[in-house]
């Protein structure tokens, strides 16, 4: 597994609708500090669902609204949750990861 990239997208279980456009698809970007503020990694860290509703209109692309973002399927919060998870994880927790993987990797 390599470093965390800079953004992750992915189709959205419940597509937005925004008047008569639809919203199939998001990118999450990786926060900057100044789109962190007023949050704490630890509400990020442990998925809050607050922290992540208020973080996710400030990350995503297309823009989305915070009555968007409070609107969003959970699938498509749990999504973001693990994209932001992603972000933040440090190099010790990607390394227990690779070994768990190649642990459980079925043996040819």
Do not use: W
């Not at 189709?11 to 704490?40: D, M, Y």
């Not at 442990?46 to 400030?58: C, E, G, K």
């Not at 990350?59 to 949750?81: S, W």
């Amino acid at each position: 597994m390599s470093e965390s990239s800079a953004s992750h997208t992915f189709a959205l279980v419940a597509p937005i609708k925004r008047g008569e456009t639809s919203i199939e698809s998001l990118t999450i970007r990786k926060p900057s500090a100044g789109q962190l503020r007023g949050l704490s990694l630890q509400s990020l860290l442990s998925l809050d669902i607050t922290a992540i509703l208020t973080v996710t209109p400030r990350i995503t692309m297309p823009p989305i609204t915070q009555a968007e973002a409070d609107d969003l399927d959970p699938a498509d919060l749990a999504e973001i949750g693990g994209a932001i998870r992603d972000f933040f994880m440090t190099q010790g927790e990607r390394k227990l990861l690779e070994m768990m993987i190649e642990q459980h990797a079925p043996k040819s």
